[in-house]
Each structure stands twice: as C-alpha cells, then as structure tokens.
C-alpha cells in the first residue's frame, strides 16, 4: 500500500485450500516464501485433501509439483529456490528420498541447485514427507 | 558500519533474556528474522522464565504475544510477516492450534495471510508450542 | 543469466560432497542461504563422510567450522547472520549446547547476535546436532 513492495497470496487452484488462516505461498519484492507442502492431491470440490498414495515417492512427487505451483503463481521458478527443507517422518526414508530428489532436478535441473536441511519430525497419521522452499527473484 | 545495512538486535523487554549468546530477533535492512518463541510469560526480575500456563492455548497466546513484541521492537507488524513456522509436539494438538491461530489471526488481519510450515518435533519438557517468524519491510 | 543477480553455489573444498543434488550453500544479490551443516570431518579423497567424533562438543565445532567455510566462500562472516536454526536429538543436550555456543561466540564475536530457534528431531544414526544459517549482506 504506502511502500514499494505488496505482499502477495501465492494459493494455486490446483491446491487444497490450506486448513487454517495461511497463505500456500507469499511474495513481496524479490523473496518468495512457500508455505510446507505436502503430497496432497489436486483439489476436488467437496472432497477432503488426499494424498497422492501411500508411498514416499507418489506422496513426494506430488509434493514437488504443488511446490512447483506455488512458484509458478509467484512468477518464479526452481532456478530461483535457494533453500528446500526437507522433513521427514523416518531416517531409513534419506536414501530413497535423495534418490527421488536427484531425479527430479535430473529433469527439472536448477544450476546450480538450492541449498538444502533434512530433519525428521512427526507428521500428520499418513504423511511420510513435507517440504517447503524460499526462493529470491531478481 | 562499512555497509548500507547494519543489523539491529530486537530483544524487547517485556521478553526473558535469552538463554544463550542470541537475539530474540534481528533486523538488516527489509529482513526481519525472529528467534523461536516460547509462551514464556514477561520477565520478572531474578525469576525464571514460566510458561504463561501448561494449556496450548495460554502457552500460544504468551507466543504470538512474544512474536509480535520482537516485530514492533523491529518496526515491523503481522503484515510484514512471510513465514510462521510452528513446532508442535503432538500430532493431536493440530486441530486446536488452528482454531487459536484462526481467532488471532482474525482478531489481528493480516493481509495476505503468510505461508506456514507446522511440524511436530520434541521441545524442553513443559513446552507445547514453538513459533518462530520471517518477515520481510518495504 | 537474465537478471541483476546471479544465484552461486557455495561448495568449500574442506567439506564432503552433499549427499545429493543440493549446495552446501547459495548466495543470490544479498542473500546466502547455508544448507543443514552436521559435524562431518574435511573430506578425504575416497572415503566416505566421517564425524568429528563421537561427542556434542566435537560434532557441533565440526558443524559451526563448516557452516564458516560456507559463509566465508560466499563473503560473508559470522557478523552477516541473521538465523541459526540448531537441531538436537535430546532435550538433555541442551544446557551444553548453549555453552559450546557462548564460548564459540565469544570467539567468533558476532554484534548482535543472530536469531536462533532450536528444536530436538531425529537425524540419521550417529549426528547429534544439525545447524543451518541464513545470512544477510549488505
């Protein structure tokens, strides 16, 4: 309003509505900060958040492709992402996490790549994975 | 001192003394970063820090209390805010966090809503809740 | 490529490759990211990440060491950090982490001190302390 920058909402229609009072994404000036996804399906009107499956790769997958959304709403892109934050639910997931991960950028390559943490936390019953990004645009 | 920005420490006196060599937030030029807040009831002279109650609700309320003294300290308010990250330690205790974070949050509009990540990881015994928060000026 | 500033990766020879397809650390105009640093030993052509040792104390030099090499190959000190996010495994390590902190800091002075949120999660068998940091230059 009275300075230079606006924060603006970052929520895809693709995305769930989020289940409280935030923003799946949020952008002022040049920094763009997602909010935690998860490998939430595609909204369908009426319906409760599903996840994409059962598996750490299905729920992970999707879970970077609403991130991607996030991004694409703000104007940005992976090449843009500094920093990815990893939670996971179990360490015996970290091989097969990196192994996805790698893929993923294989196709989707950010030079060079974001910086990165991986913790393991509690999760909602029948979440394996959540990860949010914070990106700077010129 | 040599640069355009220098970095300002937030640490208002309502709030314990941290309890170790950091700042309970800081400032450099448009960023805005506070540390982790507890419901940690005002400080009072050569007392401990206490819980404001053993209840999510009382501990939350202290929290946001806490967070929004270190923005103002900042020059900052709840609109500038990007990012809310939320330590639970119980999976349980979503639902009822949403319901306060919802009534603060309408009580205190911040348009857009930031992004929020909540994870659920293990806090000092007597804890329930940790919030920490980005914030971005114009 | 296109815009004013460019995201470069921070990649210090003294540390062990990631793991997977992320920096140790980014830096784009103003901002540095570091990725989740944990106590590994300088890398040793051909063998795989070690840590320091076996104790908090060992582990969390090794890990303030790296996150320094991070720091000073994208030109940046202790001085420009804004957020210190610690991550423990046991509430019980708290008391001394703050003590290795204090001590560190006495001798890396850093005025003001950054912002610190900890919290206490799983890390993969052996790592006691993670830590990541955001900097902001001016």
């Known amino acids: 309003m009275t300075g230079k920058h606006q924060k603006v909402a970052l929520n895809p229609k693709s995305l769930p509505a989020p289940p409280a ?3 799946h994404g949020v952008r002022k000036g040049g920094i763009l900060q997602t ?9 369908v009107e009426g319906e409760p958040p599903t996840p994409a ?8 997958l999707q879970t970077l492709a609403n991130l991607q959304a ?11 992402v500094m920093m990815i934050r990893v939670y996971l639910t179990d360490t015996a997931h970290f091989a ?31 979440l394996l994975i959540e990860i949010d990004a914070l990106a700077v645009l010129d």
Do not use: C, K
């Open 96 to 126: 097969e996490m990196n192994e996805i991960y790698n893929a993923y950028f294989d196709e989707h390559p950010t030079e060079p790549p974001a910086a990165r943490t991986t913790v393991y936390v509690g999760l909602p019953a029948g």
């Open 35 to 43: 909010a935690g996804q998860v490998g939430f399906r595609p909204a």
């Open 53 to 60: 499956g059962p598996t750490l790769r299905e729920q992970m």
């Open 21 to 23: 009072r935030f923003s």
């Open 70 to 80: 996030v991004l694409e709403e703000g104007g940005a892109t992976w090449d843009d």
